[in-house]
């Protein structure tokens, strides 16, 4: 079993920004695809950025040249860094990992922590 633990979400002025961290507990981060994604009150959870084992990464149109996500396997985590925030950025933000068994992709999300842009 995998536990996901997000961090670093919280109340900032739009244009502001912000970096979410997400560690992973387990063994299995290093061959894991990892993803961030939001849900925003009354709307379906979307894909927001996406970084492979190998460091590829990619993100939805409407955060592309604005946020960046890198990861660090030595530690388990996975960032997102988050510039030129605007309100409609507003919402829960939701670390994904995604790991191949052999057999078949075992997904797990995380708690999700609150990203609030407001003047």
């Known amino acids: 079993q995998v536990q996901l633990v997000e961090s670093g979400g919280g109340l900032v002025q739009p244009g502001g920004s912000l970096r979410l961290s997400c560690t992973a507990s387990?063994?299995?981060?290093?061959?894991?695809?990892m993803g961030w994604y939001r849900q925003a009150p009354g709307t379906q959870r979307d894909l927001v950025a996406t970084?492979?084992?190998?460091?590829?990464?990619n993100f939805a149109d409407s955060v592309k040249g604005r946020f960046t996500v890198s990861r660090d396997n030595a530690k388990n985590t996975v960032y997102l860094q988050m510039n030129s925030l605007k309100p409609e950025d507003t919402a829960v933000y939701y670390c994904?990992?995604?790991?191949?068994?052999?057999?078949?992709?075992?997904?797990?999300w995380g708690q999700g922590t609150q990203v609030t842009v407001s003047s």
């Open positions: 994904h990992l995604k790991f191949y068994n052999g057999y078949v992709w075992d997904e797990y």
């Open positions: 387990g063994s299995m981060f290093s061959n894991s695809a």
């Open positions: 970084i492979t084992s190998g460091g590829s990464a």
